[in-house]
Structure formats: structure tokens, C-alpha cells
């Protein structure tokens, strides 16, 4: 007796089969997106200066590239794991600023110390340094399926604090571009469940008399 297929597990397989697909060619089409951006982010490096109202409002398109700002006031600091530019590792120093009528408050990474306390002599002034995003903590997994939490600007400043050594600039060549081998996994994955669904299914028939 041929046994039948079971309708309800087909139809699941075939669906996740279609979802790890669509995955793939979504990562693929991530892949040309994030080329043509670190095309960007290379050429804002070669760019001149410009003031950071100039700019607004930030998105990715300004990133990495020169730019200055006015921190009125300190509202507070906060350490993160960083390098200094002679590759020394320690604290970052990341200041939170007042900018008033430039626009929203913005972040300066004011250097790099062995130590995490918070350079007090430094409260504001005039920065110039390298545009990035600062450090938000949200999960990966926020950004892509839901509502992603505004970001803030980051300055990181050519010349650090009293006491500080100036924080490495941010690299285009720093930012991953693996969308490729992401893609070649979900096919992947597909073909896998594909063949052993398959295998399964061969499996459930009787042995020939």
C-alpha cells in the first residue's frame, strides 16, 4: 500500500522552503545596496569639511565625513570599548551635547583613557573629527523587523580631552559587506530542507514485495 503524502507537513516545508528563498534574495539585494553606499562613505572621506547644520538631517549618506560642531554644554558622558590611534585599547569617552539652535544634541568621542571616569576638565567648545552613528546598544535582530530607535550623531574628535588619547577615526573599511555569504546560506538552508524532506518522504514507502 503507497502511503500518502502528508498534506499539512508538505505545505509547511514548501512554505519555510519559499521563506529561506526569499531571504536569500532579499541578502542579495542588500549586498548592491551596502556596495553603493560604501561607495559613498569613500567618497565623503575625500570631501571638505562642512559644518554639521549643514548636514541635516543626518542618514547614512553622511557618514565619515568631515565635520564640526558647536557643544554648548555637557549633559552627561558614557564609556564604550574603543582604540586609540596608535592602536591602544581603553575607554572611549563619549560626551553628550547641547548644540541649541544647530539642532538636536549630538555625540562627541572625546578620546581614549585607561581608565573609565569621565574627563571633567573638558565641558564643551568646538569639535572637528569624522561623522559616524554613536553606539546604540539595540539588538540586530530591532533594526530589521521593528521600529528602529532613532540614532544619534557621532563626532569623533580629532583632538581628544585634557588627559585623553585621540580616538581612532571611523573606516569605511570597518563596515561589513557579507551580505553575499548570508544569501549562499539561506539557499543553502533551502536546499537542505528541500533534500531531506525528499529523503524523508522515500523514507515512509513500503519495501517492494
Not at 37 to 59: G, H, Q, S
Not at 102 to 112: K, N, Q, T
Request: net charge positive; proline share 11%.
Amino acid at each position: 500500500m503507497i502511503r500518502r503524502i502528508p498534506i499539512f507537513t508538505t505545505i509547511l516545508v514548501i512554505l519555510a522552503v519559499a521563506a529561506m528563498i526569499a531571504l536569500g534574495v532579499w541578502q542579495l539585494k542588500r549586498r548592491h545596496e551596502k556596495e553603493a553606499l560604501l561607495a559613498v562613505f569613500a567618497a565623503n572621506e575625500a570631501r571638505p569639511p562642512v559644518a554639521l547644520p549643514a548636514l541635516w538631517p543626518i542618514d547614512d549618506g553622511s557618514l565619515f565625513r568631515r565635520t564640526s560642531a558647536n557643544c554648548l554644554e555637557v549633559i552627561g558622558w558614557k564609556t564604550e570599548a574603543g582604540h586609540a590611534t596608535t592602536g591602544e585599547t581603553g575607554w572611549s569617552h563619549i560626551a553628550s551635547c547641547r548644540t541649541g539652535a544647530e539642532g538636536p544634541g549630538i555625540a562627541v568621542d572625546m578620546g581614549v583613557s585607561q581608565r573609565p571616569d569621565a574627563p571633567k576638565e573638558w565641558t564643551g567648545g568646538t569639535v572637528r573629527g569624522r561623522l559616524t552613528w554613536a553606539p546604540d546598544g539595540q539588538p540586530l535582530i530591532a533594526r530589521m523587523f521593528g521600529t528602529p530607535a532613532p540614532r544619534t550623531p557621532l563626532i569623533v574628535s580629532e583632538v581628544p580631552a585634557p588627559g585623553l588619547k585621540p580616538t581612532a577615526p571611523p573606516d569605511p573599511a570597518s563596515v561589513p559587506n557579507n551580505h553575499l555569504a548570508y544569501a549562499v546560506q539561506w539557499f543553502l538552508f533551502a536546499a537542505v530542507a528541500g533534500i531531506v524532506y525528499v529523503v524523508a518522504l522515500r523514507r515512509r514507502r513500503p519495501p517492494a514485495a
